[in-house]
Every structure is written in structure tokens, then in C-alpha cells.
């Protein structure tokens, strides 16, 4: 069959997508595979199963990067793509999944034809993505660009006090394949949305041409806990207090600066966290994200001039730590254009976007020529077990991600 007709097998693309959401699987069809958990653990062994009975020669990176190489004619830098199998707790099953699994299905229509590409493909799946168990968030994917030493990433402590370092050990996955490995010629990833945008005009195919900045942080308040009863207003050192400050602040931050700016309280612990206790301490996060880089450098800077105003205000000290911040990112112009180009001639509606997620792709981009390929997420609905994308939508995005490596591996 000519390349050009070739299209991907949707009935295997969602055989794939169901039984890797089967590992893991939440309540309302969700998935929660934190990254080095045994959950985690379990579907990458999956996954390597399927790379294995594909073919492909497996290499395993020190921060548990998996590869899967397809050989081309020639012994040239690969065409890259994947993402990541990692999720938040209350993860959908798309989100990740979509890419590893829509570029195993690029493979499999490949080999099922019989074509053999001049360069070689590789289909990653990059540790820790979400960020949501170990932080910062591309962890995986930013030791390999070089971007993160190993040891510092291999010492990162979870937000349930285990070190990554020990935590890869014990799932079987501190590979030893050179830091690096199979360099790519140029990288495409295929994933869902996460965002309104598609869903809201009925369009196909999103062209990332843009992703936003990042800025993460924890936020440690220490008060004095106290008596809830017998406490005057006027003598409390209250952390929840000011933990909820800061939570309504980041709204009106939000507000004020507008455009793409978003803010985003996800996690907040109080300690003792009981009815009658004036907390001792509260720890919570900040997640500010905006696509224009001065925007975000403002918005963290107002963040820390009202935390200081609070912790003299209410006697409390703060500190804060940086978790991630990752400046907005633009991709290839040429790998947009491909995406665009072969959404069109597939037949598939298709619009330039920024992305508001963050992906393995933007540190992928410092080191090649890097793009994404959008499908629909309905409604919207993301990190959520929700999350849904019409299986026509995902067969459109792997059509588009197995023209995208044919053209690029040619
Ligand atoms: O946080 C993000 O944008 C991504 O889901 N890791
Ligand atoms: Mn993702
Ligand atoms: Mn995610």
C-alpha cells in the first residue's frame, strides 16, 4: 500500500488505551498512576511488553526515560515522539497515554506494511511528567536534555518523603543506557488538549506553536497553635489563616493581571488539621503560569510582596521553595507547519494554539526541532477522571502523528 494511504487501526489504538487504563484504574474511568509507584510500575511494564512484541529495541536512561527504537535503512538520528504513562491521582486516561500509545500505533501500521523509514523512529515514554508525586514537573524529560543533573534529580524527595533515587531503584527501572540516548533529528508528540479551546469550536487538530510559562512553589507557614476557644483574635499567629490569604489572593492575582495569567492553590495541609486547633503550621502550593515571561516574573513578584506583608501582619514566618519554572516555550516553526500541512491533507480541521499544560516536548524542543499535535479534550476536562476524547478525535491525532514521522523520517 502506498504510504500516502496508510492510516493507523482505531480498534487497536483503543484496545491499547483501555487496557493501559485498566493499571490503575479510579472510580468515573480515570487513572492514578503517580510516577514510581507500583501502579506506575505496572504499566510500564505493560508498555515495554508492547514495545518488545513490536519489535523494538528497548534502552532504559538512568532517570528511567524508556525508549523504543524502530531501525530505519540508515544508522541516522532518530525521529522521536512519545510523552509519558505517569498521572496525577485523579488522572483521565488520555492524558500521556494518548502519545506513547498513538506512536506504538504508528509503528504497528508501519510494520504491518511492511515500510521501513530511512530514519529510525523512537517511541519514549519520559519519567515523572506530571510532577504531581516528585517535582519539578518534565523531570524525566528535563535530566534528559541535560537541563537537570542526574544526581540532584536522583535526590528529589517526593510529597510523600521517599527519594526518587530509591523509588526508581525498587520498581526496577534505573536503566543504564547512556544519559542522552538516541539523540533526536526532530521530535513530535501527540496529546490531548487539557483545554477548552478544540472541544469549544469543533476543530480536529491543534498546531502547538506556543506553551506558557511555569512558575511553581511550596509555601511553609509557621504560627503558634493555640486554643480555637479561648484564643483572643487579637493574640493569634494563625497559619490556616494565612494559608487561606494566599489562596484568595492568587484568585485576585489572577484577576488583575488577566490575559493567560492563571493561578492555582492544588495543595494545602494544615498540622494539627483539627476542628478546635489553631493550626501550627500550614504548608500549600502556587501554581502561576502565563505565555508571556514578564507577565510571570510580575506576578511572582506581587505573590512574595503579599506573603511578606502577610507574615509581618499576622506574626507567622514564610518561606517559600521553587519547585519548577520553565519560561514559555516556542516550537519549531517548521514542525508546525508540518502538523498543519498534514492535518489538511488528512482532511482534518486544524488551528494554531498555545499550549496551557505543560509537556515532554518543551524540553525537547532545547535540543531539536520539536512539536505537538492536539486532539479535543470534551468540555474541556482534564486531570480529572472525566476526561474524555472521542475516540474519532484520537484516531485523527495518531493519522496525523503517523504522517508527521513518515514525512520527517523520509
Ligand atoms: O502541570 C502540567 O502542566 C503537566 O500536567 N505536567
Ligand atoms: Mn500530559
Ligand atoms: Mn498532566
Known amino acids: 500500500m502506498k504510504a500516502e494511504a496508510l492510516r493507523i487501526d482505531a480498534d487497536r489504538l483503543m484496545r491499547r488505551l483501555e487496557r493501559l487504563a485498566a493499571i490503575g484504574a479510579i472510580e468515573g474511568g480515570g487513572c492514578a498512576r503517580l510516577a514510581l509507584t507500583d501502579e506506575d510500575r505496572a504499566g510500564r511494564d505493560l508498555v515495554v511488553g508492547w514495545m518488545r512484541a513490536l519489535g523494538l529495541e528497548v534502552a532504559i536512561d538512568p532517570i528511567g526515560n524508556v525508549f523504543g527504537l524502530r531501525r530505519g535503512r540508515e544508522d541516522v538520528a532518530p525521529v522521536m515522539t512519545g510523552s509519558h504513562i505517569d498521572t496525577v491521582r485523579t488522572g483521565g486516561r488520555y492524558d500521556g497515554n494518548l502519545g506513547v500509545l498513538g506512536g506504538l500505533e504508528a509503528v504497528e501500521t508501519l510494520n504491518a506494511a511492511g515500510i521501513v523509514t530511512r530514519r529510525p523512529i523512537v517511541v519514549a515514554f519520559f519519567t515523572g511528567e506530571e510532577g504531581a508525586r516528585f517535582a519539578p514537573d518534565m523531570l524525566g524529560s528535563l535530566v534528559y536534555v541535560g537541563?537537570?543533573?542526574?544526581?540532584?534529580?536522583?535526590?528529589?524527595?517526593?510529597?510523600?518523603?521517599?527519594?526518587?533515587?530509591?523509588?526508581?531503584?525498587?520498581?526496577?527501572?534505573?536503566?543504564?543506557?547512556?544519559?542522552?540516548?538516541?539523540?533526536?533529528?526532530?521530535?513530535?508528540?501527540?496529546?490531548?488538549?487539557?483545554?477548552?479551546?478544540?472541544?469549544?469550536?469543533?476543530?480536529?487538530?491543534?498546531?502547538?506553536?506556543?506553551?506558557?510559562?511555569?512558575?511553581?512553589?511550596?509555601?511553609?507557614?509557621?504560627?503558634?497553635?493555640?486554643?480555637?476557644?479561648?484564643?483572643?483574635?487579637?493574640?493569634?499567629?494563625?497559619?490556616?489563616?494565612?494559608?487561606?490569604?494566599?489562596?484568595?489572593?492568587?484568585?485576585?492575582?489572577?484577576?488583575?493581571?488577566?490575559?493567560?495569567?492563571?493561578?492555582?492553590?492544588?495543595?494545602?495541609?494544615?498540622?494539627?488539621?483539627?476542628?478546635?486547633?489553631?493550626?501550627?503550621?500550614?504548608?500549600?502550593?502556587?501554581?502561576?503560569?502565563?505565555?508571556?515571561?514578564?507577565?510571570?516574573?510580575?506576578?511572582?513578584?506581587?505573590?512574595?510582596?503579599?506573603?511578606?506583608?502577610?507574615?509581618?501582619?499576622?506574626?507567622?514566618t514564610i518561606a517559600t521553595r521553587p519547585l519548577a519554572r520553565f519560561a514559555p516555550v516556542t516550537f519549531d516553526a517548521g514542525v508546525v507547519q508540518l502538523v498543519e500541512r498534514t492535518a489538511a491533507r488528512l482532511g482534518y480541521s486544524c488551528r494554531r494554539m498555545t499550549s496551557g499544560a505543560g509537556h515532554d516536548a518543551q524540553m525537547l524542543a532545547r535540543i531539536c526541532p520539536a512539536g505537538m499535535i492536539f486532539v479535543p479534550s470534551v468540555q474541556g476536562i482534564s486531570h480529572n477522571p472525566a476526561e474524555h476524547t472521542a475516540p474519532a478525535d484520537l484516531a485523527a491525532g495518531a493519522n496525523v502523528l503517523l504522517h508527521a514521522l513518515l514525512e520527517l523520517a523520509a
Open 147 to 316: 537541563a537537570l543533573a542526574l544526581p540532584a534529580a536522583l535526590d528529589v524527595v517526593s510529597i510523600d518523603g521517599r527519594r526518587l533515587g530509591d523509588e526508581l531503584a525498587r520498581i526496577g527501572y534505573a536503566g543504564d543506557a547512556p544519559p542522552g540516548v538516541h539523540r533526536p533529528h526532530a521530535y513530535v508528540e501527540l496529546h490531548i488538549e487539557q483545554g477548552p479551546v478544540l472541544d469549544a469550536e469543533g476543530i480536529t487538530i491543534g498546531a502547538v506553536a506556543d506553551l506558557q510559562g511555569i512558575s511553581w512553589q511550596e509555601i511553609a507557614i509557621t504560627g503558634q497553635s493555640n486554643h480555637a476557644g479561648t484564643t483572643p483574635m487579637r493574640l493569634r499567629h494563625d497559619p490556616g489563616y494565612a494559608a487561606a490569604a494566599i489562596g484568595g489572593f492568587l484568585r485576585d492575582l489572577a484577576r488583575e493581571l488577566g490575559g493567560s495569567q492563571v493561578c492555582t492553590m492544588g495543595k494545602v495541609d494544615l498540622h494539627p488539621n483539627l476542628i478546635n486547633v489553631i493550626a501550627a503550621r500550614a504548608t500549600l502550593t502556587a501554581d502561576l503560569r502565563n505565555t508571556d515571561e514578564a507577565l510571570l516574573r510580575e506576578a511572582e513578584r506581587r505573590l512574595a510582596l503579599f506573603v511578606g506583608g502577610l507574615a509581618h501582619a499576622e506574626g507567622v
